[in-house]
Antibody, heavy 117, light 110 residues
Framework: QVQLQESGPGLVEPSETLSLTCTVSGGSIKSFSYSWIRQPPGKGLEWIGNFSFSENTNYTPSLKSRVTMLVDTSKNQFSLKVTSVTPADTAVYYC???????????WGQGILVTVSS | QSVLTQPPSVSAAPGQKVTISCSGSSSNVGNNYVSWYQQLPGAAPKVLIYDNNNRPSGIPDRFSGSKSGTSATLGITGLQTGDEGDYYCGTWDTSLSAWVFGGGTKLTVL
């Protein structure tokens, strides 16, 4: 049973860079695609982007200029960086395993990131 | 404004049935697989339906999915108080080259 766990700072100052890591356990990270998804407080889900080892990395158009996703296969981890954050980037951030681009079968528990000075 | 349109809320009594709609276009629902997610209060989303109408292992057959044209529907029968939460549809949008979610539907079991 694969498990995903997000980690990173819970508080980021405006204009700084948000950095999160997702650790995958119970399986090799190389076998699947993975996504980052966020949820502002009291609002719906917003897909941020995904990567796979066989296809290109994709980012949602509204965030594409500020987002980077990287992978560290030696640690079975992948990361998310969002630059120039504002309070609108305050959200619970989830990492999820993505099966063929068709559905998300496993999710992390989520991590709340607040953008505030 | 979400690319996929869901009703903001639905409600029904325990034991009854409810349906939740998800309306899109030919660039998303019409030509790609739809999945449905349940988010109980304070929890991460969990998949209920994938590839339009398939249930992952462990999801009871009270939950069902269907798709016709550019609309998809989630059905829940035998409603329980534990089903209260938010439900989201999602699919790939070929024009945006991005995954899109519906705005979510809050289910209340009266």
């Amino acid at each position: 049973q694969v498990q995903l766990q997000e980690s990173g700072p819970g508080l980021v100052e405006p204009s700084e860079t948000l950095s999160l890591t997702c650790t995958v356990s119970g399986g090799s990270i190389k076998s699947f695609s993975y996504s980052w998804i966020r949820q502002p407080p009291g609002k719906g889900l917003e897909w941020i982007g995904n990567f796979s080892f066989s296809e290109n990395t994709n980012y949602t158009p509204s965030l594409k200029s500020r987002v980077t996703m990287l992978v560290d296969t030696s640690k079975n981890q992948f990361s998310l960086k969002v630059t120039s954050v504002t309070p609108a980037d305050t959200a619970v951030y989830y990492c999820a395993r993505d099966l063929g681009g068709n559905w998300f079968d496993s999710w992390g528990q989520g991590i709340l990131v607040t953008v505030s000075s | 404004q979400s690319v996929l349109t869901q009703p903001p809320s639905v409600s029904a009594a325990p034991g009854q049935k409810v349906t939740i709609s998800c309306s899109g276009s030919s660039s998303n629902v019409g030509n790609n697989y739809v999945s449905w997610y349940q988010q109980l209060p304070g929890a991460a989303p969990k998949v209920l339906i994938y590839d339009n109408n398939n249930r992952p292992s462990g999801i009871p057959d009270r939950f069902s999915g269907s798709k016709s044209g550019t609309s998809a529907t989630l059905g829940i029968t035998g409603l329980q108080t534990g089903d209260e939460g938010d439900y989201y549809c999602g699919t790939w949008d070929t024009s945006l080259s991005a995954w899109v979610f519906g705005g979510g539907t809050k289910l209340t079991v009266l």
